[in-house]
């Protein structure tokens, strides 16, 4: 009873979960501030408890990893880029596409404050490895592959 749901953003189905918030008499504990300025986002992390992302169409979930970096562990569907990003169990939790599963991996984080605690941790650890320094360095990585690659198909 004292947690809150923020959905951030205005996607194609705001109107309609606004309406089912509504009917289910939520509409105080589901929060929709629609989009918001990127400068604002750090804000909404550092009042959340944890990050969830249903979406199983991610290749590199940018919201996900900015979570994390805020220490915020996930709850998301196992999917491309999800799956690509989070452990399960370590930083997160990975759930089949299925509500009730879901539910499930979001109550239980939500209601263990130290198991959240850690994987919040772990997560922020995860998210590092996104930076911009490792990102270039293993980018530089494959450059150097295939020039060595490349090289030796010539001699």
Same mark, same amino acid.
């Given at each position: 009873? *004292?947690?809150?749901?923020?959905? %951030?953003?205005? @996607?194609?189905?705001? *109107?309609?979960?606004?309406?089912?918030? /509504? /009917?289910?008499?939520?509409? *105080?504990? %589901?929060?929709?501030? @629609?989009?918001?300025?990127? /400068? *604002?986002?750090? /804000?909404?992390y550092a009042a959340a408890n944890l990050f969830v992302m249903t979406s199983v169409t991610e290749v590199r979930p940018l919201a996900l990893i900015e979570a994390m970096a805020s @220490?915020?562990? %996930? %709850?998301?569907v196992s999917a491309p880029g999800s799956t690509d990003t989070v452990t399960h169990g370590a930083d997160g939790l990975l759930t089949p596409d299925d509500p009730a599963a879901f539910a499930d991996a979001v109550r239980h984080l939500l209601s263990d404050d130290g198991t959240r605690t850690e994987m919040g941790r772990r997560a922020r650890g995860t998210a590092g490895t996104y930076s911009i320094i490792d990102t270039t360095r293993r980018l530089v990585g494959i450059y150097e592959q295939a020039r060595e690659s490349r090289l030796a198909a010539r001699a």
């Open positions: 009873p *004292d947690r809150r749901l923020v959905l %951030v953003g205005e @996607g194609t189905e705001r *109107d309609d979960l606004m309406g089912l918030a /509504r /009917r289910l008499g939520l509409e *105080d504990r %589901v929060l929709f501030p @629609g989009r918001i300025e990127y /400068r *604002d986002i750090p /804000r909404y @220490g915020l562990p %996930v %709850v998301a």
